[in-house]
Nanobody
Framework: QVQFVESGGGLVQPGGSLRLSCAAS????????MSWYRQAPGQERELVAT???????NYADGVKGRFTCSRDNVKNTMYLQMNSLKPEDTAVYYC????????????WGQGTQVTVSS
């Protein structure tokens, strides 16, 4: 059964940093483009960052220069290093595949809460 387990969230002050992890299982992680998504209260889930199987990254405009996405294909794990955090980054962060087809086919994980507040 395909599974995504997000971790590393927490409460941080504005300007602080967090590193999120996403452990994936039960599929060939190394050949699949992966993404980070987030959902703030009352808002729809949005794309934050994408990393291709080969390691090419793309970011939403609001996080460019502050967030860095990486992956370890041996550990089947993806990471999101978040620096210079802002209150508007507050959300539940999820990982999943980039593919809309696979996102509809495979369940989402529980996500990890990131709260940026003084």
């Amino acid at each position: 059964q395909v599974q995504f387990v997000e971790s590393g969230g927490g409460l941080v002050q504005p300007g602080g940093s967090l590193r999120l992890s996403c452990a994936a299982s039960a599929f060939t992680f190394s050949i699949i483009s992966m993404s980070w998504y987030r959902q703030a209260p009352g808002q729809e889930r949005e794309l934050v960052a994408t990393i291709s199987a080969g390691g090419t990254t793309n970011y939403a405009d609001g996080v460019k220069g502050r967030f860095t996405c990486s992956r370890d294909n041996v550990k089947n794990t993806m990471y999101l290093q978040m620096n210079s955090l802002k209150p508007e980054d507050t959300a539940v962060y999820y990982c999943h595949t980039t593919s809309q087809t696979l996102r509809q086919k495979w369940s989402w994980g529980q996500g990890t809460q990131v709260t940026v507040s003084s």
